[in-house]
Nanobody, 122 residues
């Protein structure tokens, strides 16, 4: 089970850090991905981090502003979001993938958290 947390309301230009805690599952055996879904839109890829944390992939829309990390000892992944924009407003989901390499599509993630709301005001 995955539990995403850390969302909230922030002004444009602000920062948030989301957490993705795993229970009943050893997160180190999975790549961790982050996705988001804005109202009326499809869920989109934000970024993914490899099992060791040595490899990452980001959507172009968040490159340079968002940073993923993970603490396998704590069974937790993180998404640090800086310079937030109103268009970043969405429900953010974390997911786990057993794929051998970083996965960037929803179908490669069989395990999902419940989502946390991020709202960026202008």
């Amino acid at each position: 089970q995955l539990q995403a947390s850390g969302g909230g309301l922030v002004q444009a230009g602000g920062s948030l850090r989301l957490s993705c805690a795993a229970s009943g599952r050893t997160l180190i055996t999975y790549n961790v991905g982050w996705f988001r879904q804005a109202p009326g839109k499809e869920r989109e890829f934000v970024g993914a981090i490899s099992r060791s944390g040595s490899m990452t992939s980001y959507a172009d829309s968040v490159k340079g502003r968002f940073t993923m990390s993970r603490d396998n000892a704590k069974n937790t992944g993180y998404l640090r979001m800086n310079s937030l924009k109103p268009e970043d407003t969405a429900v953010y989901y974390c997911a786990a993938s057993p794929a051998p390499t970083i996965a960037t599509t929803r179908t490669e993630y069989p395990y999902w958290g419940q989502g946390t709301q991020v709202t960026v005001s202008s």
